[in-house]
């Protein structure tokens, strides 16, 4: 539904009102972009979509990329190079690389919160690649690329005009030239348009190990007192985990189940599944809703945290056994899970979950005799967790007891 959706708005925004002209194809729409910083140079590479050349045609996808001693430097070699003004005001995501974020993250941040064009929500990621570019590449791995994978991609890119393919051979897998597209009009089997941007944000809709961080709030939890930020960690082919950061650096990738608790106390949206241990096999449990009710105080000059969850699920397995008996193994494992998430949390000094922020906001006086080493109180706190687990259905599948009656 995202995809159709997307695709219908660009094609409005292409198309409609009367806005074809010649002079739209000097625009391209600038869906998502990566920043990599290497030799003291930026290094820009943004996924466009440009006009076909005829009314009813669908966009064509370009990468354009770009290097500068600063951003706006990158973005003029992209516009130099390809003819075209790059418009942002659509942009869905930006990635970062780990070298950026190591050398040069406040610089880029500031410059995508005061740039106008660029939209406020857009979300954020960090590249588990070794540079965001690869993950727009449309090159397929090496080692994925055997002879039956180049033969299905043949077959999905036939010869063009004069015999001629539109992508593929030697030049069609080279990363591309700066300013330059890597290859026109991509499509999939079903002949729609192949937007890269659309196959990252996809898999994150509803799922409970995905983040969805926008850069407005990002910045915020960056800069704010008591609270860490954390980016989504993605590849080309899969997210890869949750990145936390420690006044205003990584500190520590969460991965797993590890990601289940974060999201439950970080967010109000979470949907997913929860597999719980019960009586020697995995049992799942999709979570239907949730409310949390966290407390923070100091007493004694210690931190105390105090978590509430109240969680309903529906049992989508055949559970053996009494229906109490279940819910504590749930309510048992997802305690377990926050606790060890806030061990990690506090040997790495890490506060996404603003637990700081909450001593702030609600008991300022106590948050004025810990927020000088904030960091080293947070690490000494004691954490209480209490969760309560209610079954609101089991799906299509009957609760019994055992296979013998």
């Known amino acids: 539904m995202r995809r159709a959706a997307a695709i219908i708005i660009i094609c409005s925004l292409l198309f409609l009102g009367g806005c074809y002209s010649k002079g739209l194809k000097l625009f391209a729409i600038v869906s998502g972009m990566g920043l990599d910083f290497k030799d003291d140079q930026y290094i820009l590479t943004a996924e466009t979509l440009a006009s076909a050349g005829g009314e009813g045609e669908l966009p064509v996808t370009e990468l354009l ?28 995501i930006v990635i970062f690389s780990e070298e950026l974020i190591n050398s040069r993250f406040e610089n880029a941040l500031n410059y995508l919160m005061g740039e106008h064009n660029i939209r406020l929500n857009c979300r954020l990621f960090l590249s588990g690649d070794e540079t965001s570019a690869q993950i727009f590449s449309r090159e397929e791995p090496k080692e994925e690329q055997g002879k039956e994978g180049q033969q299905e991609k043949e077959q999905k890119e036939p010869a063009g005009e004069g015999g001629q393919q539109e992508s593929g051979g030697e030049e069609g897998k080279k990363q591309p030239e700066q300013g330059k597209s890597e290859g026109g009009e991509e ?10 941007t659309l196959d990252i944000i996809d898999p994150y809709a509803n799922n409970i190990y995905a983040a969805e961080v926008k850069l407005n709030d990002f910045y915020y939890a960056l800069h704010a007192e008591g609270i860490d930020g954390f980016l989504p960690v993605i590849t080309k082919d899969r997210v890869e985990g949750i990145m936390l950061f420690s006044d205003k650096k990584m500190a520590v990738k969460l991965e797993g189940r590890r990601i289940i608790p974060l999201m439950l106390l970080t967010t109000n949206t979470v949907k997913g ?53 279940y ?41 004025n005799e810990v927020k000088d080493d904030w960091y080293s109180a947070f690490a000494d706190s004691i954490v209480e967790v209490e969760v309560k687990v209610q079954r609101i259905s089991t799906g299509r599948i009957l609760w019994r007891e055992s296979d013998d009656k």
């Open 273 to 325: 599944s929860i597999i719980s241990d019960f009586e020697g096999r995995p049992i799942s449990a999709i979570l239907k809703k949730y409310n949390k009710d966290i407390s923070v105080s100091v007493e004694d000059g210690q931190v105390r945290v105090k978590i509430g969850l109240d969680a309903k699920i529906r049992v989508e397995c055949p559970v053996y056994g009494e229906e109490e008996a």
């Open 187 to 196: 499509k999939d089997k079903k002949g729609n348009v192949t937007i890269k």
């Open 327 to 367: 819910l504590d193994t749930v309510e048992k494992s997802i305690k377990e899970d926050i606790e060890e998430l806030f061990a990690i949390l506090k040997e790495n000094r890490s506060d996404p979950v603003g637990i700081g922020q909450r001593l702030m906001r609600y008991h300022p006086a106590q948050w």
């Open 65 to 92: 990329s770009g290097e500068g001693a600063t951003i706006p430097e990158t973005i003029e070699q992209c516009i130099l190079g390809s003819g075209k003004q790059l418009y942002f005001q659509h942009m869905w």
